[in-house]
């Protein structure tokens, strides 16, 4: 028909109609752009409850930012790409991409508490410890156990529910004013604002309970959040055993950065360490260990605590509860399930004042700052930082030694763009 249709044409029809015949009659492959085109498939991205931890809940941190995940209004990184893949399991730590209205998109970190295999072993030694048994119902497992069968009891979160044997930094000499700050503000139910438990189901306290037990990372930034000033990145949610907060670049990428850029950022931490140790809600933060991953920057060169897995926190306001000298530690299957049962417990008694600034000036600011500036200024600053280190002097001597090196770096960071957190306020201020 199309060739007879042709024939026709080239007869009868004006040059100009003939072409349009042609177009419509004679291409196949023309004809073929003029059909019904057919529905564009979206792409289904299949997590499996195992990547996510899921399958392992109750026994995960929680299930608040689930529904974003499969919802796909957070995404990795991976998923960008033509082949849509998840990236490996066996990594602790994940860039992604967050949105609420599916046009604008942030950047976010996608955390797991400890390695997916340091979780493998712990899980492996709940079921061979309590049930004997390779594998189990994990939930099962620790809901039979003594720590547990309190805390269901219990309608407050008190001293001796959390700090016996519990490995955290965080309870080691924890105050009856910050477990109800835990209860108050813990993220993965509903708010209801009292420091009773009544609002926590069975499930959600052995949730809680497990977080604290692994890492309490995600409890600190839920309890001390960046919309007070707390210098901790935002906490958006849980989903099993992978937490999802604001993205933050790790320190260890800026060593290399311009002197300008060290400055401030030297400065920023110095202001932090400060902040740790004197707040309004007399509140004394120490870090137990401090490496280039403890702290992070944002993308408006704000510097913040990127890690608060290793950070106590001390109430000066009113007293902790710590063990007496020479009381017998218990410890339970709660104890082991990210350290050694046997790794000993820094006591609240032996952390000082510039107990963390010593560990900073030894671990992090010779890295940030080794031969960025000219001489005479380069000798100070690396004899500043050598007394700090030492850890010799008392602590007005460290501090004094600190306000001095402040004043130093003080003039030598600039007030541009790059700054983004103070500009152009700096310009305008003679706090910069």
């Not at 026994?59 to 689930?66: E, L, N, Q, W, Y």
């Not at 499969?70 to 990236?87: M, N, V």
């Not at 700050?181 to 009292?194: L, T």
């Not at 037990?213 to 849980?238: M, T």
Request: aromatic share 10%; with cysteine.
């Amino acid at each position: 028909m199309g060739r007879w249709i042709c024939c026709l044409c080239s007869r009868f029809a004006d040059p100009l109609m003939l072409l349009l015949v042609l177009a419509l009659s004679c291409n196949p492959s023309t004809a073929a752009t003029t059909s019904p085109s057919v529905p564009h498939i979206k792409p289904s991205y299949s997590f499996g409850r195992t990547f996510l931890g899921l399958d392992k809940c109750n026994a995960c941190i929680g299930t608040s930012i689930c529904k974003k995940f499969f919802k796909e209004e957070i995404r990795f990184d991976t998923w960008l790409s033509s082949h849509l893949k998840l990236p490996p399991s066996y990594l602790l730590s994940y860039s992604g991409n967050y949105t609420d209205d599916a046009k604008s998109w942030r950047l976010v970190d996608i955390t797991r508490l400890t390695s997916k295999y340091q979780h493998d072993r712990a899980d492996k030694h709940i079921c061979t410890s309590l049930l004997k048994t390779k594998t189990c119902s994990l939930e099962r497992a620790l809901r039979r156990t003594q720590r547990f069968q309190k805390w269901l009891r219990a309608k407050r979160l008190t001293p001796d529910l959390v700090q016996q044997g519990l490995s955290s930094p965080l309870l080691r000499c924890p105050s009856q004013r910050l477990l109800d700050r835990i209860v108050r503000r813990y993220a993965e139910v509903p708010d209801a604002g009292s420091i009773y438990m009544d609002h926590l189901t069975d499930r959600d306290k052995l949730r809680l309970l497990y977080t604290l037990a692994v890492n309490s990372h995600p409890i600190l930034l839920q309890i001390f959040p960046d919309v007070e000033g707390w210098p901790f990145p935002r906490y958006l949610g849980s989903c099993g055993r992978l937490v999802v907060s604001a993205s933050t670049q790790p320190l260890r990428d800026f060593y290399g950065a311009a002197p300008e850029v060290v400055a401030d950022l030297a400065l920023q931490l110095l202001a932090v360490l400060r902040s740790m140790g004197s707040n309004d809600l007399n509140y004394f933060f120490y870090f137990t260990h401090v490496d280039a991953g403890t702290f992070g920057v944002f993308g408006n060169g704000h510097l913040f605590i990127r890690d608060a897995s290793t950070l106590g926190v001390i109430d000066r306001e009113e007293a902790g509860s710590q063990l007496i000298d020479g009381q017998q530690e218990h410890k339970d299957i709660f104890s082991c399930l990210t350290v050694d049962c046997q790794s000993p417990f820094v006591s609240c008694d032996s952390i000082r004042d510039k107990h963390s600034l010593v560990m900073v000036c030894q671990d992090l600011l010779p890295k940030l700052l080794k031969g960025k500036f000219l001489q005479p200024v380069q000798e100070k600053i690396d004899s500043f930082l050598q007394h700090c280190a030492s850890g010799l002097a008392d602590d007005q001597g460290v501090n004094e030694a600190m306000a001095k090196l402040a004043e130093i770096l003080k003039p030598l960071r600039s007030c541009d763009s790059r700054f983004a957190y103070r500009y152009p306020d700096c310009k305008y201020s003679d706090k910069y």
